[in-house]
Nanobody, 126 residues
Framework: VQLQASGGGLVQAGGSLRLSCAGS????????MGWFREAPGKEREFVAA????????WYADSVKGRFAISGGNAKTTVYLQMNNLKPEDTAVYYC????????????????????WGRGTLVTVSS
């Protein structure tokens, strides 16, 4: 199984981008999927997560009100709609999934995820 993220690019401050992350391989399923980002010179940080069973979502304070996570009907694809982008949102964005059989309780830290995709670069110019 693997995750494939796409949708990154160069955008001006105030603009929008939509990232996609698709799980594939075998019978892909997950308890939740999330997005993290890693800015130059900084550690990877949590951005947003979606738990499939309840539809519950979590967001980092820095993106609340600007970013929205959603999922496809098949529960194998997750999206991150990013609006009002700021230069400080510049980072490589990674998607991650919490896979069966072990359901991780933690939603906003890397330890809550088993599978990681390759990142997609988002650059926001001022």
């Amino acid at each position: 199984v693997q995750l494939q993220a796409s949708g990154g690019g160069l955008v001006q401050a105030g603009g929008s981008l939509r990232l996609s992350c698709a799980g594939s391989g075998g019978t892909f399923s997950s308890y939740k999927m999330g997005w993290f980002r890693e800015a130059p010179g900084k550690e990877r940080e949590f951005v947003a997560a979606l738990r499939w069973s309840s539809g519950a979502t979590w967001y980092a304070d820095s993106v609340k009100g600007r970013f929205a996570i959603s999922g496809g009907n098949a529960k194998t694809t997750v999206y991150l709609q990013m609006n009002n982008l700021k230069p400080e949102d510049t980072a490589v964005y990674y998607c991650a999934a919490d896979l069966p059989p072990t359901r991780h309780i933690i939603n906003t830290d890397e330890i809550g995820y088993d599978l990681w995709g390759r990142g997609t670069l988002v650059t926001v110019s001022s």
